[in-house]
């Protein structure tokens, strides 16, 4: 339980840091709420579910994007606006950084939800099935996306965070596609390892 509670520290930490002055209040809002209802679902069904400490650690890692997205926007975050200079890129990309975790955290966590709760037996489409639920989730979200714009005009634009770049729909569930299947690939057997200690 340490471990559990030093990731809430910082979680909580976190968010207070993110929600100071931030650059845009309505932008910091709408990346910092998806954060905050995840979490409390994740607190009231920890003690029917724990997820193994490597999944609430991936889980705290994407929710800490998230916060400094909300912070100062996927547009303008400092460190991106370097790497823009550096590399001569067109826009600031820490957005992909975003959707990259979009696709990586939710594929760990519906892929110890279903080992667990042995929801597929046929292993043949075991992944095939969990990258499609992470795309599914990307598009959602660009759903979403797409609803506040239309709700708030130019207020959602800081939370598009397209940055006049007419193909960022598509590269942001690419990225989030991409995310899950690297996840599967590099993070299974961590996953498993812990897997079995509760198991066992």
Wanted: with cysteine; hydrophobic share 50%; proline share 2%.
């Amino acid at each position: 339980m340490k471990y559990i509670y030093s990731l809430l520290a910082i979680f909580t930490i976190s968010l207070l840091l993110s929600i100071i002055n931030p650059k845009e209040g309505l932008t910091c809002f709408l990346e910092v709420i998806p954060a905050i209802i995840g979490f409390l679902i994740l607190v009231f069904t920890f003690k029917k579910f724990r997820f193994t400490n490597f999944t609430y650690t991936l889980i705290l890692i994407h929710c800490i994007i998230l916060f400094i997205g909300g912070h100062y926007t996927y547009a303008e975050v400092p460190f991106f606006d370097y790497i823009k200079e550096i590399f001569h890129q067109s826009r600031n990309n820490y957005d992909k950084v975003g959707h990259f975790a979009q696709g990586l955290v939710p594929a760990m966590i519906v892929r110890e939800l279903f080992i667990r709760k042995e929801v597929i037996n046929n292993k043949s489409f075991f992944n095939f099935i969990i990258v499609c639920i992470c795309l599914a989730i990307s598009a959602a979200y660009e759903f979403i996306e797409w609803f506040v714009s239309l709700a708030t005009g130019d207020g959602g634009d800081a939370f598009l965070g397209t940055q006049g770049y007419v193909w960022d729909t598509q590269s942001d569930m690419l990225f989030a596609t991409i995310g899950a299947i690297v996840g599967l690939i590099i993070f299974s057997k961590i996953q498993d390892k812990q897997i079995q200690k509760i198991n066992f």
